[in-house]
């Protein structure tokens, strides 16, 4: 089936703040409100309306996250810069034990570009930069954001500054030099590689792209959200697990059904969400249990599960808002559960997951023991990468 030109066009309208209601000029540049008490993350924004995009139509598009091009804010086709991410597999659990009464799929997203669904976010992210004409940019990152950053940036022809915490494995920082990135190594966290990348990028004009600092990875990331519906027949599971970092990847699925309700694709009816952290990073955990509004600063050190290592997500007032609004809950993995969990998936199903992924997978056989999940509650674990970049931190026995 043609396809003409006018029905792929990007719907994107402005860009909103979604605490205080300032609006912004997407064909700018911005990174949060501008309004000094609010300092929020910009959510991208796009006229739908029933019927507006048929999903009908989606089959003769390509199999990849750019199919739902239309939802987002590239303006020129001519500007997407793509490696072939998303439109991942979602694959039912077979051998594992616990599944019981309930129907068990992953949504696999190891075999994006660089490994991870990091991807997703940092193909939209570069493609809007690349449009609105910037030249160099700078993340803070303790592993496969700055690695998927490189990649886009060399397809783009952009310059790459990448802050990492010394003590990630050498594998994350290899395919950042590869890639042909500049690698800053800090020691220090990921809050301390913010620090130092905000001042060098302020001192030499490089564009920030750092978690929920830019409004463009939640686009690409919320593709997720999108493909689950496609891929399920355009109903839901009943409760997704994901693994909370920054949170991007949580609030871009949920952000997905919302424009898939206003585009009539779907109907009010939404999973329960859950987040899983690793137990040295727990802020949102203890801030949902606690029902605050904020999430603390917490970080006690080390954890295989660098995507976690995240002390206080910048958006943590809207990860607490969609794990309250769909009934979820929120949960800790130790890192020797998470190893366990990637061995058992690995000899079970035949799939090397990331640490972040596995972590899953014993959040889920506890909510089951708790009863949380119900049976015949159909459940969603969002792997979000590869495991066979952790491996330095694995032990395998011989
Ligand atoms: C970054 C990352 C996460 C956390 O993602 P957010 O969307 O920022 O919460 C989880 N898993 C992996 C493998 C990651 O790289
Ligand atoms: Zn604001």
Not at 390 to 398: S, W
């Given at each position: 089936?043609?396809?003409d030109?006018?029905?792929?066009?990007s719907?994107?309208?402005?860009?909103?703040?979604?605490?205080?209601?300032?609006?912004?000029?997407?064909q700018?540049?911005?990174?949060?409100?501008?309004?000094p008490?609010c300092?929020?993350?910009?959510f991208?924004?796009?006229?739908?309306?029933?019927?507006?995009?048929?999903?009908e139509?989606?089959?003769?598009l390509?199999?990849?996250m750019?199919?739902?091009r239309q939802?987002?804010?590239t303006?020129?086709?001519?500007?997407?810069?793509?490696?072939?991410e998303?439109?991942?597999?979602?694959?039912p659990?077979?051998?594992?034990?616990?599944?019981?009464?309930?129907?068990?799929?992953?949504?696999?997203?190891s075999g994006?570009?660089?490994?991870?669904?990091?991807s997703?976010?940092?193909s939209?992210?570069?493609?809007?930069?690349?449009?609105l004409?910037?030249?160099?940019?700078c993340i803070p990152s303790?592993?496969?954001a700055?690695?998927?950053?490189?990649?886009?940036?060399?397809?783009?022809?952009?310059?790459?500054?990448?802050?990492?915490?010394?003590?990630?494995?050498?594998?994350?920082?290899?395919?950042?030099?590869l890639?042909?990135?500049?690698?800053?190594?800090?020691?220090?966290?990921?809050?301390?590689?913010?620090?130092?990348?905000?001042?060098?990028?302020?001192?030499?004009?490089?564009?920030?792209v750092?978690t929920?600092?830019e409004?463009?990875?939640?686009?690409?990331?919320?593709i997720?959200?999108?493909?689950?519906?496609?891929?399920?027949?355009?109903?839901?599971?009943?409760?997704?697990?994901?693994?909370?970092?920054?949170?991007?990847?949580?609030?871009g699925i949920?952000?997905?059904?919302?424009?898939?309700?206003?585009?009539?694709?779907?109907?009010?009816?939404?999973?329960?969400?859950?987040?899983?952290?690793?137990?040295?990073?727990?802020g949102?955990?203890?801030?949902?249990h606690?029902h605050?509004?904020?999430?603390?600063?917490?970080?006690?050190?080390f954890?295989?599960a660098?995507?976690?290592?995240?002390?206080?997500?910048?958006?943590?007032?809207?990860?607490?808002?969609?794990?309250?609004?769909?009934?979820?809950?929120?949960?800790?993995?130790?890192?020797?559960?998470?190893e366990?969990?990637?061995?058992?998936?690995?000899?079970?199903?035949?799939?090397?997951?990331?640490?972040?992924g596995?972590?899953?997978w014993?959040?889920?056989?506890?909510?089951?023991?708790?009863n949380?999940?119900?049976?015949?509650?159909?459940?969603?674990?969002m792997?979000?990468?590869?495991?066979?970049k952790?491996?330095?931190?694995?032990?395998?026995?011989?």
């Open positions: 089936m043609q396809i030109q006018q029905h792929t066009n719907l994107i309208s402005h860009l909103e703040c979604p605490n205080c209601g300032n609006t912004y000029n997407h700018e540049l911005h990174t949060v409100c501008e309004n008490d300092k929020s993350s910009l991208a924004r796009y006229n739908l309306s029933p019927g507006v995009i048929k999903k139509n989606l089959a003769a390509p199999p990849t750019w199919r739902y939802v987002l804010p303006k020129n086709p001519e500007h997407i810069i793509t490696l072939g998303g439109f991942t597999p979602i694959l659990l077979t051998n594992l034990d616990y599944l019981g009464e309930n129907e068990v799929f992953w949504k696999d997203e994006n570009p660089t490994g991870s669904f990091k997703r976010g940092q939209t992210a570069i493609s809007k930069a690349f449009e004409g910037v030249k160099t940019v303790a592993g496969n700055a690695g998927a950053m490189a990649a886009y940036c060399a397809r783009a022809g952009l310059e790459a500054h990448v802050f990492m915490p010394k003590e990630t494995p050498q594998i994350f920082k290899d395919e950042c030099r890639y042909g990135a500049n690698l800053t190594e800090i020691d220090g966290n990921i809050k301390d590689c913010a620090d130092k990348a905000t001042k060098e990028g302020e001192e030499n004009g490089w564009f920030p750092f929920l600092k409004p463009y990875r939640l686009e690409g990331k919320k997720m959200g999108y493909e689950i519906a496609e891929q399920f027949g355009w109903t839901l599971p009943d409760v997704i697990l994901y693994p909370t970092g920054g949170g991007t990847g949580l609030l949920w952000k997905a059904f919302e424009e898939m309700e206003a585009l009539g694709w779907i109907d009010s009816k939404r999973p329960k969400m859950v987040s899983v952290q690793a137990t040295c990073c727990d949102i955990t203890q801030a949902f606690h605050k509004q904020h999430s603390e600063y917490v970080d006690n050190g954890t295989i660098n995507g976690l290592r995240v002390p206080k997500p910048y958006a943590d007032q809207y990860i607490l808002q969609v794990l309250r609004k769909s009934k979820g809950n929120a949960l800790t993995v130790t890192d020797k559960e998470m366990s969990g990637m061995k058992e998936i690995a000899s079970k199903e035949g799939l090397l997951f990331c640490p972040e596995a972590a899953l014993q959040a889920f056989k506890n909510l089951k023991k708790t949380w999940i119900s049976p015949g509650e159909k459940v969603l674990l792997n979000t990468g590869s495991g066979y952790y491996l330095e931190n694995i032990e395998v026995e011989g």
